[in-house]
């Protein structure tokens, strides 16, 4: 995948089927329809239900180290495991998990580029049956990677300044007409519109017919709004809306998107996702961050400013670390 700055950020379906029998690759299914795995998934994968899995069950925040830490080991993730995500929708779900993993801590990641669309349009082999496999006891993390998620308090302090702002929600949502999805209506928004300043690039965009994510150069093109500001900026800051439960999970996908086309880190042109536990539409609104809304022919109207409060973290297992 020469067409990748980064290609070990993925996996090819033609490599991932060749390898189906491999102890040392576990397949983990994260998909948006979470019935969609019962109905048949990739031999030997796993399901993560993301409504369930991913988050603490009380708060609006992912599960710790530790919380993941029991996740891949319940899965049989060892010490010389590779885990290969794949998921419904151009990998949606998939690149929400594979940024959490990455941002506790664990590399040993893939995403199948083009996910379960791809597998299908190749009518490559689908099954029903569970696999069984033994429980890891060697599950190892790395330090925890805070700079590729941006919280409340930092977006506040870069409005308006030299960071740009990618908003990956759909156009109508952009533009304040819609709140939600309109697949997800119960993962509205508090308020419509968006962050004063912020350049739309629906996440849709970053991928092509067979859910494959597009190259560099292809995404370039097609993904930077005409007159954006975005290519003399430092830095970014991807956002999407979420409801209770997606929690930023396009930005998620975004992020992973650029992953594979870039190298990421501390430094100029890097990006981070927003949130939690701030986001769009998380109801703790405050009188904080500037939202506009479209009016008229593209006229953008300052609405209300909103932010969102932190919250506490429960306290987990024993979290097995890489020195």
């Known amino acids: 995948m020469t067409e990748y700055a980064n290609p070990d950020a993925l996996v090819t379906t033609d490599w991932l089927e060749s390898h189906l029998d491999d102890p040392d690759i576990r397949v983990i299914e994260v998909d948006e329809d979470t019935t969609a795995y019962e109905k048949g998934h990739i031999r030997g994968a796993v399901a993560w239900n993301w409504t369930t899995d991913l988050h603490t069950e009380v708060g609006r925040d992912y599960k710790d180290q530790d919380g993941f830490a029991e996740l891949l080991a319940n899965a049989g993730v060892g010490a010389e495991t590779t885990v290969v995500l794949y998921g419904g929708n151009n990998n949606w779900f998939a690149a929400y998990a594979y940024w959490l993993l990455k941002l506790r801590g664990f590399d040993q990641v893939a995403l199948l580029n083009g996910g379960r669309k791809k597998w299908e349009l190749e009518s490559r082999e689908l099954t029903d049956e569970v696999p069984s ?95 954006s500001p975005l290519g003399r900026r430092s830095s970014r800051i ?22 594979s086309r870039t190298t990421t880190g501390p430094g100029p042109n890097t990006a981070r996702s927003w949130g939690p536990p701030s986001s769009w539409a998380e109801p703790e609104v405050h009188d904080e961050a500037p939202a506009a809304r479209a009016v008229g022919s593209g006229e953008q109207r300052p609405q209300q400013r909103l932010g969102v409060g932190a919250e506490e973290r429960p306290q987990g297992a024993e979290v097995r670390r890489r020195h």
């Open 133 to 227: 496999h033994d429980r890891s006891e060697h599950v190892f993390l790395g330090d925890e990677r805070p700079e590729i998620r941006a919280l409340r308090e930092e977006v506040l302090t870069k409005v308006g300044g030299d960071t740009g702002f990618v908003d990956v929600r759909s156009p109508e949502e952009f533009r304040g007409e819609k709140i939600a999805p309109d697949h997800l209506p119960q993962e509205q928004a508090q308020v419509p519109g968006h962050i004063a300043g912020a350049a739309n690039i629906p996440w849709v965009q970053a991928a092509n017919d067979d859910g494959t994510f597009k190259s560099a150069d292809d995404c370039g093109r097609s993904t930077r709004p005409r007159g």
């Open 238 to 259: 991807v956002g999407s809306v979420s409801g209770a439960r997606t929690r930023g999970s396009r930005s998620r996908n975004c992020w992973a998107s650029r992953r």
